[in-house]
């Protein structure tokens, strides 16, 4: 990639899209082409693909997805699988038809079996069954990245995956229904201390473990495959450390700084119970995560403070 390569980042505004931004223009890279969803609603072919051929982009991050916490994934998931396909067929396809020199698609780290042995190589991948409450996401992603693979394999074609661990960050969601589990207590514990709670609940058992890539590190990684690898295996990214939700819900109390209780909802799902990233082959390439838990939770709550407009 050339510091004026034409570099199209599909999803700018999200969480992930907008820390590639970030992370370009950092760089150096100047020339960035963006669209919001109103200027092209990517799940429409015809348009996605006239915005290729007019726009002729180099390089692309296909960042956009239609995403959501494990509520928002168990309650749609004829949404997850459907929106997701269109969205990744259209600029796969179009990236290929009008000569995109490399293409970098974005995944998830659910898309390896919920009793995956730990932590997850990416050699598990179809090795059992999914964990039921993201399975539609899953499963779109999967195809994202086997259809990647296999067009290196038939056309030559450069186009490579990634798939991070649980992210979080600036221009998170922070809807409680369907956010993640991060923005969901930052927000949670935020507002129960101006409002003087005495508890906040958080869904589950707390005992499932996650492990967190705060999201500018995960951009740094993504821009390093794009300058960096062209192999035909996807590429996991995170930290290589966990923490259970019970933990994440202390250390995000401690840092809002909320005197109250916390209270267990087992009504609602745990999810898989851990899904932890092998990151060695990343590692082994020279990159590595700069952001610990703790500095990003306190960075993303100050973001949150300062740029979060309440509904
Ligand atoms: P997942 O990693 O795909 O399961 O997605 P989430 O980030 O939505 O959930 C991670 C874990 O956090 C699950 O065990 C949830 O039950 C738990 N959790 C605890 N409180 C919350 C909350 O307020 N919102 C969300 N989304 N998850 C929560």
């Known amino acids: 990639m050339e510091k004026n390569s034409r570099i199209y ?47 002729k982009p180099e390089y692309v991050f296909l960042a956009a997805a239609k995403v959501g916490g494990i509520n928002a994934n168990n309650k749609y998931p004829a949404d997850f699988i459907f929106q997701n396909l269109e969205i990744q067929n259209n600029v ?3 990236s290929f038809d009008f000569n995109v020199k490399k293409l970098l698609f974005l995944g998830s780290s659910c898309i390896y079996p919920k009793m995956c042995p730990q932590p997850i190589n990416e050699e598990y991948l179809l090795s059992g069954y999914l964990e039921s409450t993201n399975e539609a996401y899953a499963l779109a992603k999967i195809s994202g990245l086997k259809m990647c693979q296999f067009f290196k394999r038939q056309y030559g074609a450069n186009f490579i995956s990634c798939m991070p661990t649980n992210l979080y960050g600036p221009n998170d969601n922070f809807d409680l229904n369907s956010s993640h589990v991060m923005p969901a207590l930052i927000r949670k514990f935020y507002e129960a201390k101006v409002n003087d709670q005495s508890y906040v609940e958080v869904w589950g058992s707390g005992k499932p473990l996650r492990e967190f890539l705060h999201v500018d590190d995960m951009a740094d ?10 192999g035909e295996q996807h590429m996991n990214i995170g930290t290589g450390k966990e ?18 209780e916390i209270k267990f909802n087992t009504d609602k799902l745990d999810g898989t119970p851990r899904k932890l990233l092998d990151i060695s082959k990343l ?13 990003g939770i306190k960075a993303t709550y100050k973001w949150f403070k300062e740029n979060y407009m309440f509904s």
């Open 9 to 55: 980042v599909a999803g700018h505004r999200g969480l992930v899209g907008s820390a590639i931004v970030r992370n370009l223009k950092q760089k150096g890279y100047t020339n960035l082409i963006y669209k919001t969803h109103s200027e092209l609603d990517l799940t429409n072919q015809a348009a996605v693909r006239k915005f290729f051929k007019q726009e």
């Open 243 to 260: 923490v259970t939700i019970a933990e994440l819900a202390e250390t995000i109390k401690d840092i809002v700084g909320f005197e109250g």
């Open 92 to 94: 796969i396809g179009a």
């Open 221 to 230: 990684g993504c821009v390093f495959l794009m300058e960096n690898y062209d």
């Open 283 to 295: 590692e082994s390439l020279g990159w590595k995560y700069k952001i610990e838990l703790r500095e």
